[in-house]
């Protein structure tokens, strides 16, 4: 097992206070309620628990246009009603509506995934985790399925100033079209994306047939699905693609997106996923060995997405969980199993052998057509804007952080158990 100082995992409560609207099937409070199962499993004690920073303007704007990050830091709830050209503009309203908080909602999930890959970078953990990450859906210059800010191209970017290829995996059941499209013309990022295709499914994209442009021509896989895929089918899709793909493409570092939807009694999805096989996704993953970046994602049963991403925490610590769900602040949500196990989906798997079959070999077939993995000429690497790491061994005394500077980065055993306030907690979903 790897040590614990090599786990990185970030976490700041207030993610969990945001509140997108009564009826609306996000709920950032389903962090709160991974994070107390985190805690209540014991597993802080294996990981180094880290509040990321809050990503600055000009760190979101290495991807999204300046205007349109402009405006997220500009609206407010109470202001949105003179601003109805731009809202059109940036795509805000039913889908991604304007809440209290919400650019400092992006920049603490943002802030998680861009400090993740730079302790990656850095060498300093071989896997970080940020459940509040994995906004797969966000463009450039607009929102788009719930997402505002697109953490994970944010990610990506960073590990790119010291990997020459980075590999993006997938497992939302919706298709990861923000990250595809931001790097659909360059082979120093491969997309792939599992998910469902068709019937008008959002977003409308992922076909077999999707596959880049120009440098980025077969750099982007796409693994289109059908209504009621299981475990048995998808784990031996996922294995066998992502095998060819890292034997292919010889990443030096992997991003992994564990959007929870796909997951069997998912209030938007269509799978039949348990736990254990969405998990095991990870598991296969991790075996690379390679630098691990874990976001969360999708996920609108929230204490299935809860159960989901504690265990998956266990998977990357190598720690089984017990079935039965210690006490924590939200025990409550789990009743009245109180356990990690969820009811198999009953959706009929419309995914035959063959269909299967048919999109294994064209995205093989794609795959060999990268007759290597690409060269890139590797230039000086441009500085961190920010990176919130200290050893004290090597710093010079006078120079040390001030505590109150440490403490705002490293979560102290006290907070562990308090700040997760949320406006969600006492409503039924609907």
């Known amino acids: 097992m790897r040590s614990k100082d090599k786990i990185a995992y970030y976490y700041d409560g207030d993610v969990g206070g945001v509140y997108f609207g009564p009826n609306h099937p996000m709920k950032p409070h389903r962090l709160c309620m991974t994070h107390h199962l985190v805690l209540s499993y014991d597993l802080h004690k294996k990981m180094e628990i880290y509040r990321p920073h809050k990503a600055y303007p000009v760190e979101l704007a290495q991807f999204h246009s300046a205007d349109y990050v402009e405006f997220l830091h500009r609206i407010r709830p109470d202001t949105q009603h003179l601003f109805s050209n731009e809202l059109a503009k940036y795509n805000l309203g039913e889908d991604c509506p304007v809440f209290e908080n919400l650019f400092e909602f992006c920049q603490i999930y943002a802030g998680g995934t861009i400090d993740a890959a730079r302790r990656l970078n850095n060498q300093l953990c071989d896997i970080a985790i940020n459940w509040a ?19 994970l191209v944010l990610g990506i970017l960073e590990l790119l100033k010291h990997q020459a290829r980075v590999l993006y995996i997938d497992i939302d059941v919706h298709h990861g079209d923000g990250v595809e499209e931001a790097f659909y013309f360059t082979d120093r990022v491969m997309t792939v994306s599992f998910h469902k295709y068709g019937d008008m499914f959002f977003p409308g994209t992922g076909d077999v047939k999707e596959t880049g442009e120009r440098e980025g021509k077969y750099y982007a896989i796409n693994v289109p699905l059908k209504d009621g895929i299981d475990d048995t089918s998808f784990t031996r899709l996922f294995k066998s693609i992502i095998s060819k793909v890292v034997e292919t493409y010889v990443p030096g570092a992997i991003v992994l997106q564990c959007g929870a939807d796909s997951l069997a009694g998912d209030r938007l999805g269509c799978f039949n996923l348990s736990i254990d096989g969405h998990a095991e996704c990870v598991r296969f993953v991790k075996k690379f060995n390679l630098p691990l970046l874990v976001t969360g994602g999708g996920g609108y049963t929230k204490e299935n997405v809860a159960r989901c991403w504690a265990v998956e925490t266990g998977v990357l610590l190598d720690t089984e969980l017990p079935n039965e769900i210690p006490e924590n602040e939200y025990i409550k949500y789990f009743a009245p199993e109180y356990s990690l196990r969820i009811p198999n989906g009953h959706i009929e798997n419309l995914n035959s052998k063959s269909y299967l079959s048919t999109i294994k070999m064209q995205v093989f077939e794609n795959l060999r057509c990268i007759q290597h993995a690409p060269g890139v000429q590797m230039q000086e690497v441009p500085p961190d804007f920010y990176i919130p790491d200290f050893d004290e061994d090597e710093q010079n005394p006078d120079e040390r952080m001030d505590q109150h500077t440490q403490d705002r980065h490293v979560q102290r055993d006290d907070e562990y158990y308090e700040g997760d306030h ?3 907690q006492n409503m039924e979903d609907v």
């Open 422 to 424: 949320d406006n969600d």
């Open 133 to 151: 990450g994995g906004l797969h859906h966000a463009k450039k210059c607009e929102a788009s399925g719930f997402c505002y800010i697109n953490d």
